[in-house]
């Protein structure tokens, strides 16, 4: 016989009393388990029609002749929720947890309501062939982070991330050591921390992490590390990362950022290197030795060294001093900014000029050209064809266009100013000359019509000549 408990769960869930015992004492379904694990009936029909036909005879309570069974009234919030009830201890089964009958209450059920609409989206996420990420050969840190974040969104067999199969450890920690709400209603990622790497579910997932992660490294040379493997994709997993991400290619992913940092030098502004620049090397480089596995990481003092130590603008030499070992200054992104501040107030036109030049600029009419672009004035002043100008953005034809004004072009002038153009000089195209060459020939054609006109003309039309004023002795 059930336990008491598990029929009054199933009344809290819509059953009558009846139905519940019918349901544990005739049906089977005696344990939280069973209920679970009663997949053969996956919209419930079975159960629905069992219950409320269950067919035979039964005796009546009155004592009469035994009857037809009249069956038992089922309502279909009942059924909806002993659906939500059966997702909700296969989610419990997953990460490893248990679940008494008397945990199941109305307020648990609609806890737990969203794993419909959940398990019918995961099923539609699995993984495409073409969506798989790239591996980075040189930067192994960087195709760990990306794999891992794919397959957090990629599902298995039962709905579980697929990234389970990678996390570090197979084991979990006890449930009363990892509470559930540690997880702060995080289902995805207490799936990811406590699905169990045994059974059915996980030997399916993990052929699959097999097959997926052999596509992923198919072009490259990490392939051969891995393509023993046929069903074991955590094994191919942990080879991979002992092989790229082991403590020797840890040793020397090191030695490279840190040589980085140690190499970078700053001067001064000049066209292709700014303050800005020097500092993304060493942020990309503390990023990159932070994603390095059992790298111990750089503390902010040492970034902060490393950053001032290779500054030799004299320029800066006030504000180096007065950002060292101050505690106002307590990390390497706020020295940076303080830096910066005074790259910019010693030269301010490397920093403001182009907002203002782009506000001033506008063509012969006095218009103002393309109000809303920044200029890029790191733009080439030379001529562009047609086809080079079409290719440039909006805010490198702002930057040419005001590089052009500032030498005495003005825009929207000649064919250079607006267009694709000849750095200020106005050259004539081809529309431009088929176009004089039919002017002249208009003209020509007027000239003759006039000349022609004049030789037809009659007799009373003419002029007399000038006479012709006598030479002095003539008769």
């Given at each position: ?5 598990l029929?009054?769960a199933l009344?809290?869930l819509g059953?009558s009393?009846?139905a519940?015992?019918y349901?544990t004492?005739t049906i089977?379904?005696d344990s939280?388990?069973a209920?679970r694990?009663?997949?053969t009936?996956?919209?419930l029909?079975?159960?629905?029609r069992n219950l409320?036909n269950?067919g035979g005879l039964y005796?009546p309570?009155?004592?009469?002749p ?9 309502s279909?919030?009942a059924?909806?929720?002993i659906n939500?009830l059966?997702?909700a ?7 490893q947890r248990i679940?008494?009958p008397?945990?199941v ?9 969203f794993?419909?609409?959940f ?7 699995t ?6 990420p790239?591996v980075t ?9 990306k794999?891992?974040n794919?397959?957090?969104e990629?599902y298995?067999?039962?709905g579980?991330?697929?990234s389970?199969i ?5 084991a979990?920690?006890?449930a009363a050591?990892d509470?559930?709400?540690?997880y ?5 990622k ?6 169990t790497h045994d059974?059915d579910?996980?030997r399916?997932?993990?052929?699959t992490?097999?097959?997926l992660?052999k596509k ?8 051969t590390?891995i393509?023993?493997?046929?069903a074991?994709g955590?094994?191919a ?9 082991g403590?020797q290619h840890?040793?020397n992913?090191?030695a ?6 140690q190499?970078?030098?700053?001067d ?5 290197f700014s303050f ?5 090397i060493?942020?990309?480089?503390h990023?990159?030795l932070?994603?390095l ?6 503390d902010e003092?040492?970034?902060i060294?490393?950053?001032l130590n290779?500054?030799?603008s004299?320029?800066l ?5 007065l ?6 200054y307590?990390?390497f992104d706020?020295?940076?900014r303080?830096?910066?501040d005074?790259?910019?107030v010693?030269?301010p ?10 506000v001033?600029l ?5 218009e103002?050209i393309?109000?809303?672009?920044e ?6 002043d ?8 079409h ?6 034809k702002?930057?040419?266009?005001h590089k052009?004004k500032q ?8 064919k250079?100013?607006?267009g694709g153009?000849g750095?200020g000089?106005?050259?004539p195209g081809k529309?431009s000359?088929k176009?004089?060459r039919?002017?002249v020939s208009?003209?020509?054609r ?8 004049s ?8 002029e007399?000549p000038p006479k012709?004023?006598?030479k002095k002795?003539s008769?």
């Open positions: 016989m059930a336990q008491p408990a029929r009054a009344v809290r059953l009393q009846d519940a015992t349901s004492d089977g379904l939280l388990d209920w694990d009663f997949h009936d996956i919209d029909d079975g159960l629905s409320r269950p005796d309570p009155d004592g009469g035994p009857t037809k069974h009249p069956g038992f009234p089922v279909v919030m059924l909806s929720n939500v059966r997702l201890l296969k989610y419990h089964q997953q990460v679940v008494a008397a945990d209450t109305a307020a648990w059920i609609a806890r737990w309501e794993l419909i609409d398990r019918k989206e995961t099923a539609k996420k993984s495409e062939d073409e969506d798989l790239k050969m040189t930067d192994w840190a960087k195709t760990k982070e794999i891992l794919h397959f957090n990629v298995g067999k039962d579980i991330p697929l389970y990678l996390r570090e450890t197979s979990v920690k006890p050591d509470p559930q709400a540690g702060d209603g995080d289902h995805v207490e799936l990811i921390t406590r699905a059974g579910t996980y399916a997932d993990n052929r992490m097999c097959r992660l992923i490294c198919g072009d490259t040379t990490s392939y590390y393509s023993k493997y046929t074991d955590r094994q997993w942990t080879d991979l990362m002992d092989a790229f991400l403590p840890t040793q992913q090191a490279i950022y840190e040589a980085k940092l190499q970078s030098r700053y001064g502004e000049s066209r292709n800005q620049k020097y500092a993304d060493h942020k990309s480089a990023e990159h932070d994603a596995p059992e790298y111990k990481g750089m003092g040492t970034k060294r490393h950053c290779n500054i030799h004299d320029k030499k006030t504000v180096i001093e950002v060292r070992g101050n505690p106002s307590p990390t706020s020295v940076v303080r830096i910066k005074s790259v910019v010693e030269q036109t490397k920093y403001v000029s182009r907002k203002v030049s782009a001033s506008t063509d012969s009419r006095g103002e393309m109000p809303n672009v200029a890029d004035m790191n733009v080439e030379k001529y562009y064809t047609g086809k080079e100008w290719q440039l953005s909006a805010a490198k702002k930057g040419v266009m052009r030498r005495g072009h003005h825009p929207g002038k000649g250079g100013g607006g153009g750095g000089k106005s050259q529309s000359l176009k004089m039919k002017t208009k003209l020509q007027k000239v003759a019509s006039l000349n022609l006109d030789d037809s003309s009659g007799e009373e039309d003419e007399e012709k004023k006598s002795g008769n």
